[in-house]
């Protein structure tokens, strides 16, 4: 698949449950592949303070590079890049990979968030 995207963006559009993962792929350089995107929607996440479920809700930018092989930086510039070593790209793996990375986050409910204003 990652040979097929060219300098004309490919557009793409993954839904998981109350999540739209939306953008584009378009070849950048040498073999790396620039992922522009939105993470859009409803999140179920657990309160880190009080421990109740919640709805959080989305609206990311995501930005990286996918590279055809084994990545070798030159040590000049910093990138967010993704290794895909047999030259396809499952968008679904990564939504849940970014879906991941956000949950991990510090994250609280309406009523806790309230209760630390109040505090602060």
């Known amino acids: 698949m990652l040979r097929k995207v060219t300098k004309t963006p490919l557009d793409f559009q993954v839904q998981s449950n109350k999540i739209t993962f939306k ?3 378009k070849y950048d350089s040498a073999k790396l592949i620039l992922l522009k995107a939105n993470i859009s929607g409803t999140l179920e996440k657990s309160c880190d303070i009080c421990a109740e479920d919640f709805n959080l ?5 995501v930005e990286f590079f996918i590279n055809d092989g084994i990545f070798e930086d030159d040590g000049d510039t910093l990138l967010d890049v993704v290794e895909s070593l047999n030259g396809n790209v499952d968008i679904e793996e990564l939504l849940n990979s970014e879906i991941e990375l956000i ?5 609280s409910c309406d009523n806790c968030s309230e209760q630390e ?4």
Do not use: A
């Open 23 to 25: 953008g584009y792929l």
């Open 57 to 61: 809700e989305i609206n990311e930018n």
């Open 103 to 107: 949950k991990s986050d510090y994250h």
């Open 117 to 120: 204003e109040t505090e602060s």
